[in-house]
């Protein structure tokens, strides 16, 4: 098969390079992307990267991993988006699992309790990180300043749910841009991505659009019904086979909402998906939800591979008749099947529009509110982990309706509150890079564990 001057077997090899190359959260895997399919093979231009780029930011869900199904399906049709896809998934998918075995089976050896202990400090700097970055972006003015504001304090201080969140500041950020209000026209989309610029007309795509490309109804809806097919009918078989309080029923029902709601990028849903899975079905710890994230952040593949992690450990614990380990194994693949599957319908039925939806002002400024929202979400986030990472215990206090964990100064974890110092030093002062800080945080770790001899 040879579409547009490109092999389908060299496309499968590029493919796979920057699947193993991308490291480093959505905006990293982005300019790899870019990097290697827009400046280096040329295969498509800047403008319909970046036009990709801005469709793949209205949808929920991973967007490095919808990019790559995008300019797959756009270079080699339906077989080339699955094939961009997966291949983008799978590193990560290969090494969060082999990780987790590694988690279950020796996380009581001292050096591997040390070096999770280590990654947890760095990751909460991380994620503080992200709040600046996403904020430096996003918070363009008063208003924007404000839903991120509303957000924080309607999740920290009064539970308001995630989901609840995303659409009322998409609805208000939709109305005020229909309305014309100049605060919410700032654009949603992403700028300037890479260094060399290429002209569509240069690419090996052109400026036409491709006839597979073009809007077909028949082909969308039925491409619409195989994958929702795909995608549903496992989650039906385990509700009506295994019933509804089964482990892999809640896990296949509660991560395929998720797939729903993931506006804002990786860490926006993290701080939904974390708080559920600790506080509401007790799948995981925070500190474990920490040594995931420092899994997904060390490792090739999206931010969201980490819900493998989370539906691992929660089938770890809940087996029933089955081995442990295969229960666990199972359900960390069921976790990604239904967090990912829905990521290729997005794609496949809504790209050919893409051009309508992205001359919609209104569509951008619901996406430029959302993204406002998220910044207040990635906040609540950090001070959430903060609270039960770097302080054994909390004090909830009730104060106007509200209700609020917090922390108690005198059980302060010194050796965690020490790290997560240094890392933030390195990350802030020295702008050292996530992934030496990373491994200079689990090392630490392992050497504090092995000098006061933790066993």
């Known amino acids: 098969m040879k579409d547009h001057g490109v092999p389908f077997g060299e496309a499968m090899k590029v493919w796979a390079r920057v699947a193993a190359l991308s490291f480093g959260g959505p905006a990293g895997q982005i300019a790899v992307m870019h990097r290697i399919i827009v400046e280096e093979k040329k295969w498509i231009g800047e403008n319909r990267f970046l036009q990709a780029l801005n469709y793949c930011t209205l949808l929920p ?71 600046l970055r996403v904020g430096r972006r996003a918070l363009k003015n008063n208003t924007m300043r404000a839903l991120a504001a509303a957000a924080f304090l ?6 308001v749910p995630f989901p609840i969140i995303i659409l009322i500041a998409g609805l208000i950020g939709y ?24 002209a569509d007309a240069d690419s090996l795509l052109g400026e036409e659009t491709p006839e597979h490309a073009k809007p077909n109804i ?33 896990i296949a029902l509660f991560f395929s909402k ?17 708080q559920q899975a600790v506080d509401n079905y007790h799948w995981v710890t925070a500190g474990q939800m920490l ?7 060390t490792t090739p593949g999206p931010l969201i591979m980490v819900t493998q992690f989370v539906g691992f450990l929660a089938a770890w614990r809940e087996p029933g008749a089955m081995s442990p380990l295969l229960a666990a194994t199972l359900g960390g693949l069921l976790t990604t099947w239904v967090t990912f599957t829905p990521c290729f319908l997005w794609i496949f039925f809504g790209a050919p529009f893409v051009e309508v939806l992205r001359a919609n002002k209104a569509l951008g400024a619901a ?38 964990d917090l922390p108690v100064l005198a059980s302060v974890d010194v050796p965690s509150l020490v790290l997560s110092v240094a890392a933030a030093v390195a990350i802030f002062r020295f702008k050292f890079g996530m992934i030496p800080v990373l491994l200079a945080s689990s090392l630490a770790g392992v050497v504090f564990y092995l000098a006061i001899g933790v066993s």
């Open 61 to 131: 869900g991973p967007e490095a991993q919808q990019l790559a199904v995008y300019i797959g399906w756009l270079m080699h049709r339906t077989k080339g988006g699955l094939v961009a896809g997966t291949l983008f998934v799978l590193p990560g998918l290969l090494a969060i699992m082999a990780l987790s075995w590694i988690y279950v089976l020796l996380g009581k050896v001292t050096i591997v309790q040390g070096l999770f202990f280590g990654l947890k400090a760095a990751v909460l700097v991380i994620v503080v990180e992200a709040v």
């Open 154 to 159: 309607a999740l920290f201080f009064y539970d």
């Open 175 to 198: 109305f005020g841009g229909r309305a014309g209000v100049p605060a919410f026209l700032t654009g949603g989309g992403h700028g300037k991505v890479g260094d060399k610029q290429v």
């Open 218 to 250: 028949r082909w969308s809806l039925t491409i619409t019904a195989i994958f929702l097919a795909l995608w549903l009918v496992p989650v039906a078989a385990l509700y009506f086979g295994l019933g509804g309080s089964n482990v892999f029923t809640q």
């Open 258 to 274: 998720l797939a729903v709601v993931t506006f804002g990028g990786a860490y926006a849903v993290l701080a939904y998906m974390a």
């Open 291 to 297: 040594d995931g994230l420092g899994m997904a952040e």
């Open 367 to 404: 996406l430029g509110a959302i993204t406002a929202a998220v910044v207040g979400v990635i906040l609540n986030l950090a001070v959430w982990f903060a609270l039960r990472v770097l302080f054994a215990k909390q004090m909830p206090v009730r104060w106007l309706g509200a209700s609020v």
